[in-house]
């Protein structure tokens, strides 16, 4: 092989880039940050010698990093950095890429970082100083969200422990570029809905809780022990901590289906929100529902103050909440004669989240206790059988023909204003249809919805009746459900009475 008279000093100039960097970066024994001063480490060691001999004892030794900014320039060191202080510098240089998140974010407090060989609690904090225990701070993204929950506290005094909580996970995962929820595992309980009943004690014992709360659950988990049963109230009821992640979830996916242009108006919404922030979030709620109501109404307080996009932000709360999409077996819908009934009967619908009932509006809202009401039924509901109660007869010009709701719809025409509570029996035990085949006394239509709607679109008008809709070529009447079945090409109406 010939050797062209630039292969060795090339090499040599290779060589001497890859020692230059090896001395200047890969030892650099100060940290880059505008969070922390500096990191302490204690490490054990042990003083070798005769087994028997009594100084042969461990020892802590005493290891700072500095910041650089405090360093003469060009400093640099060969110091090797311990495998501890190494994950320790990580988790700490990751925050600096908050620089790109919040561009006019300042820090009016620094921190000192102390690894200590073990904390009770894991971590502590006490006037300006975090201390993590040695096994946490080998885990460099425990480090990381510590200082950053810490952070958070200190600078932005008035942000409750959740929200601090959610933005150290919503940063966390900006930063990281994945859902990064808690402190353990990856498909972790708060990447589900399971964690939203976990109570306050069941929250404190689980492993990948945040660490905003490790110091509180240990202090409120050596209570218990003490304390008697009477004042275990509290720690049995829901506690808003564990609705934390799924906040941090749905704002990491929001943000991450955003353009970059947009992602900026994002975070800039959102360091505004973190700096006004002035309002109180409790800690646990007296029940299910009280919490479940809580939820919803943060949510929607969250899409008010950061300026989120309702249509999408919706989308990915129900999605995320109750499936994809909402599933409803029966939606009840009412006309106005039937209105004081719906309104007795709404708290009895809360207690079975398969059905819904609704009362029919201009705008076309669907009221699902569990959710409120749904702007956008569509595109954020799927409903397997509509039953619409009303007064006086049914016109294809109705508002409901327009709606791609449900494949199916009964039509009951009922103008006795207190009948509304027997047709909602008999749908919460699946029987409507059997209901009205075996009373002939009552008034009904059912209807094939894609059928009504195709007609509907492919006639310029619409007709006066449904005979001449949808082309009728002979009615036949059925004696196992005492109604008519209409003969057509288009099944739009599938029998009446």
């Not at 970066?25 to 060691?45: A, F, H």
């Amino acid at each position: 092989m010939k050797w062209s008279w630039l292969t060795l000093p090339s090499i040599l100039c290779i060589s001497i880039i890859i020692w230059l960097l090896d001395t200047n970066l890969g030892q650099r024994d100060c940290i880059n940050s505008s969070i922390v001063k500096k990191i302490v480490t204690y490490e054990q060691w042990t003083r070798f010698s005769v087994p028997e001999d009594p100084s042969n004892l461990t020892e802590l030794s005493e290891r700072v990093i500095r910041n650089c900014a405090l360093l003469p320039a060009h400093y640099s060191s060969s110091q090797p950095l311990s495998p501890l202080q190494l994950s320790v510098r990580e988790g700490v240089e990751k925050l600096n890429g908050l620089k790109s998140i919040f561009p006019s974010m300042k820090m009016k407090k620094r921190m000192n970082v102390v690894i200590v060989p073990e904390i009770d609690a894991g971590i502590r904090w006490s006037s300006g100083e975090l201390k993590l225990s040695r096994t946490h701070a080998m885990n460099s993204r425990f480090v990381a969200k510590s200082i950053l929950s810490k952070a958070l506290q200190e600078n932005f005094p008035l942000l409750t422990t959740h929200y601090v909580n959610v933005f150290t996970d919503l940063l966390d995962s900006i930063l990281s570029n994945q859902l990064s929820i808690g402190t353990e595992r990856e498909d972790s309980i708060f990447l589900s809905g399971s964690s939203l009943r976990l109570s306050l004690s069941d929250y404190c014992r689980y492993p990948g809780k945040s660490v905003t709360y490790y110091e509180f659950c240990h202090h409120h988990l050596r209570a218990e022990e003490i304390l008697p049963e009477s004042h275990h109230q509290m720690s049995k009821q829901p506690t808003i901590w564990a609705a934390s992640g799924l906040f941090s979830k749905l704002l990491f996916n929001y943000y991450q289906n955003l353009s970059l242009s947009d992602r900026q108006n994002f975070t800039e919404n959102l360091y505004n929100y973190i700096e006004n922030f002035k309002w109180e979030v409790p800690v646990v709620l007296g029940s299910e529902q009280q919490y479940l109501d809580w939820i919803e109404r943060e949510l929607d307080r969250v899409e008010s103050e950061l300026l989120l996009d309702a249509r999408n932000w919706n989308h990915l709360v129900l999605s995320e909440m109750y499936g994809k999409p909402v599933s409803i077996e029966t939606l009840v819908m009412v006309g106005p004669s039937h209105l004081k009934s719906l309104i007795e009967l709404e708290s009895n619908s809360k207690a079975n989240p398969m059905w819904s009932m609704a009362y029919f509006t201009e705008d076309f809202k669907i009221y699902v206790p569990s959710l409120g009401y749904i702007e956008n039924p569509v595109e954020e509901v799927m409903v397997s059988q509509l039953v619409l109660v009303d007064c006086g007869a049914i016109q294809l010009s109705h508002p409901v023909f327009r709606k791609n709701i449900a494949p199916k719809m009964i039509y009951i025409n009922d103008c006795t204003p207190g009948r509304l509570a027997s047709y909602v029996d008999r749908i919460q035990q699946g029987q409507i249809k059997n209901h009205l085949y075996s009373n002939d006394d009552l008034s009904f239509i059912e209807f094939h919805m894609p059928s009504v709607q195709m007609a509907l679109r492919k006639s310029k008008k619409i007709a006066h009746s449904f005979a001449e809709q949808f082309s009728w070529q002979s009615v036949s009447y059925e004696d196992e459900t005492k109604s008519f079945r209409p003969l057509a090409p288009i099944e739009g109406v599938v029998r009446f009475r």
